[in-house]
């Protein structure tokens, strides 16, 4: 440590950051394991060409390069201990050593000092082993001025040695990180940052409570030089007794009891008590911008009490608080604390692009007294989410809800139920008996359907099921796959005489009329999902074709509804849906029609449909209107064909 007396150069004072800045290893506080890296490297002659220290501010990346220029120049050789009253120590600590050559890179950035550094880079050192370089924030330099220093750095003089510093390593080129073994200082600990204070005090002849370095560690944030350069400021102020009311009044805070008497009075919704606090606090020299942020800070704390934590994770409260903290936290409830800290959040941004930061702070506390109980919200909405929920109607993907619906005689067309998006199925009632029966058929409105006409039902043993790959995508596998097996088990849908597989045969060999095929298709129609069903819509022509053969046309402008269809997850789904209606396995033929010559235009306007009017034929089309429901979106622009 620096003599205490020492506190002059040529005259001048010399601030306690440079007074009492560590000459060796021993003394760098908080970066161990950068320390014990370098010796062993020092020890077992295992030194490399180039460095890169980086960290925070102030955490002794400048002064750990200085240390390791050192050891390496040691006039007995390289050591870890090196010897700090030698000329070549005395020269590299006062940063006047020719051979340890030290550059701002935010001063000297450009090409034209890189050249010169390799101008002079191949001449030996002076009087010392090696010549060092040590260029702090590194990351300012420019990118041809990190082009021209690549080759050096990759490849120097034997007697060369770089040391880089920089916060920022994110934005140096990776070809320069690749050359460098890089070495990450910690933020310093806020217990070591007060044992260092205390030394410093101390040799300062000064006194100082344990409260009040605490406060200046807390405040310094794991910078060790901004808490010495605080700590230098305060005790200025307080003529040799350091407190913590000094501390609190030279930096414009407020304390934690006056934190967490606001905090607890947003708590019990005392708006006006929070006010009179707040103004209390701006009448006591506090900022309203500094006291957002202490709020900030004292939530995060408090937040952390709120899950449990330990009083060591507490960064900006006394761990003699963590109690009270708790008590608070389980009666305000997580939730609340989490949208609280949003709302401060907030309010910070708005309070650094204003110059009415008390207004913003003040409304900010309204919004705190006046929120609901967020947690007794959230607990209310998972209790009835679990008391929704009996023992017998947890949500497995392998059961189908029954539904109560009419008897098919008193169910039209018009009344049948559709294929939700959620692939959820319906199940009609028995037409036969009117019963609530469990059935699996593919489409919940094509049994009672088939009642209607007259038309035999497709059973599930006789003719083969499409596999479940083939079913539409809304639908889900298992459930089908386990219905079918209760059917067959309970023998549902296999006592009508209708559906013996000679009736089907027979039925399959029957030649169907044009009446027929087109009824059927639009009965299938109603059983499609609704993406499916709104390409399937736009086929402009159904002709039957033999016994066993659908020919589906689509419009000259409906070719990318056709190749819609053509995918196997449409296609597979409409071939079922009217083999269902039809009786019989169906095969479909897709066709386009071919287009029409558009006359010729003439310079008569009268019959041409006025945009609004294209706007709402537009709109009224089916896979349009179906786009917009599933997209939430919105018609921009209408293009014409070409």
């Keep these: 440590m620096a003599d205490p007396h020492d506190k002059s150069e040529d005259g001048n004072y010399v601030v306690v950051a440079r007074r009492y800045r560590p000459r060796g290893f021993n003394e760098l506080v908080g970066q161990e394991h950068v320390c014990r890296a370098l010796v062993n490297a020092i020890e077992t002659n295992r030194v490399g060409h180039a460095y890169l220290f980086t960290g925070a501010r102030g955490v002794g990346k400048t002064s750990a390069a200085r240390i390791f220029a050192k050891a390496l120049n040691n006039e007995s050789g390289p050591s870890a201990t090196p010897d700090n009253e030698s000329d070549v120590a005395l020269a590299i600590d006062a940063g006047q050593d020719v051979d340890v050559i030290e550059i701002d890179g935010a001063s000297n950035r450009g090409i034209d000092e890189i050249r010169s550094l390799r101008a002079n880079i191949g001449v030996r050192p002076s009087r010392a082993r090696y010549k060092i370089y040590i260029i702090d924030e590194v990351h300012m330099l420019t990118t041809p001025a990190f082009n021209a220093l690549l080759k050096t750095l990759e490849e120097p003089p034997e007697h060369a040695k770089f040391i880089f510093c920089t916060t920022d390593p994110e934005r140096l080129p990776i070809t320069v990180l690749s050359r460098c073994q890089r070495f990450d200082f910690a933020p310093v600990e806020v217990p070591k940052i007060v044992n260092r204070l205390r030394e410093i005090v101390t040799a300062e002849s000064a006194e100082a409570d344990d409260a009040a370095l605490e406060l200046l560690a807390r405040r310094a944030a794991g910078s060790m030089r901004d808490s010495q350069s605080l700590l230098e400021q305060v005790l200025s102020f307080s003529h040799g007794q350091l407190s913590a009311d000094q501390v609190h009044a030279m930096l414009g805070t407020a304390d934690d009891v006056r934190l967490h008497a606001l905090a607890s009075a947003m708590a019990d919704r005392d708006t006006s008590g929070a006010m009179q606090i707040l103004d209390e606090s701006i009448d006591a020299g506090i900022d309203a911008g500094r006291l957002a942020e202490q709020l900030l800070c004292y939530f995060r704390d408090l937040m952390a009490v709120t899950v449990d934590c330990a009083p060591s994770l507490l960064r900006h409260t006394s761990a003699s608080l963590h109690p009270e903290l708790k008590q608070l936290g389980d009666r305000w409830g997580l939730q609340t604390v989490l949208a609280v800290v949003g709302l401060i959040d907030q309010t910070l941004v708005r309070i650094r692009h204003s110059v009415y930061s008390r207004v913003l702070l003040e409304s900010t506390l309204i919004q705190i007294c006046n929120l609901p109980d967020l947690q007794h919200i959230s607990d209310l909405a998972a209790a009835a989410s679990n008391a929704g929920l009996t023992s017998n109607q947890k949500k497995k993907p392998t059961l189908i809800p029954r539904r109560t619906a009419p008897a098919s005689s008193e169910l039209t067309s018009a009344e049948q139920p559709r294929i939700s998006i959620t692939g959820q199925q319906g199940t009609p009632p028995d037409a036969q008996t009117g019963n609530n029966t469990l059935t699996s058929v593919t489409s919940p409105n094509a049994a009672s359907t088939q009642e209607q006409h007259s038309t035999p039902k497709v059973t599930d043993s006789p003719q083969p099921t499409p596999t479940p790959e083939a079913r539409p995508a809304v639908q889900n596998t298992t459930n089908q796959t386990s219905t079918h097996a209760q059917d067959r088990e309970h023998g549902v849908g296999t006592d009508a005489p209708d559906n013996s597989p000679k009736v089907q045969t027979a039925r399959s060999a029957e030649p169907w009329t044009q009446v027929e095929a087109q009824r059927v298709w639009q009965e299938t129609l109603g059983d499609l999902e609704s993406m499916t069903e ?57 066709y386009l029609t071919e287009a029409v010559p558009a006359p010729k235009k003439t310079e008569t306007t009268g019959n041409k449909p006025s945009r609004i009017q294209r706007m709402r034929e537009i709109e009224a089309n089916e896979l349009v209107r179906t786009c917009i429901d599933l997209f939430s979106a919105e018609i921009v622009r209408i293009d014409r064909a070409n």
Excluded: W
């Design 534 to 590: 709104a390409f399937a819509r736009m086929v402009s022509k159904v002709v039957a074709v033999g016994t066993q053969q659908l020919r589906l046309e689509f419009p000259a402008n409906g070719n990318l509804a056709m190749k819609r269809c053509e995918l196997p997850e449409h296609r597979n789904t409409i071939v079922q849906a009217v083999s269902k209606r039809a009786g019989r396995d169906i095969t479909l033929d897709y």
